[in-house]
């Protein structure tokens, strides 16, 4: 099995910062990408931002110059730095990861972490 192991949710003020963390761990054989969702209320999960191993991101519109995420290979880890944080980015974060086995990939996702951003 893989466990993904997130932190660093909680309550911001508007313009605010919070940086999330995602560990995996587990009958890891090759992690390819890993990323980022998020789900609010009443709202279809989304993506938020991910990350190749080699380094390509891709970001949602909506946090385009306000997130970065970021990953460390050696350590099965990927962050989310999160700034000018809005009330729009009130949701549930989802880490998720695609393990490559021989061509086959799996996907597994963490348990979520809330993120609130009120004043």
């Known amino acids: 099995q893989v466990q993904l192991v997130e932190s660093g949710g909680g309550l911001a003020q508007p313009g605010g910062s919070l940086r999330l963390s995602c560990a995996a761990s587990?009958?890891?054989?090759?992690?390819?990408?890993m990323g980022w969702y998020r789900q609010a209320p009443g709202k279809r999960r989304e993506l938020v931002a991910d990350i190749t191993p080699g380094g390509m991101i891709n970001y949602a519109d909506s946090v385009k110059g306000r997130f970065t995420i970021s990953r460390d290979n050696a350590k099965n880890t990927v962050h989310l730095q999160m700034n000018s944080l809005k009330p729009d980015d009130t949701a549930v974060y989802y880490c998720?990861?695609?393990?490559?086995?021989?061509?086959?990939?799996?996907?597994?996702w963490g348990q979520g972490t809330q993120v609130t951003v009120s004043s």
């Open positions: 998720n990861i695609f393990d490559d086995r021989f061509g086959t990939y799996r996907s597994f």
């Open positions: 587990g009958s890891i054989f090759s992690i390819d990408v």
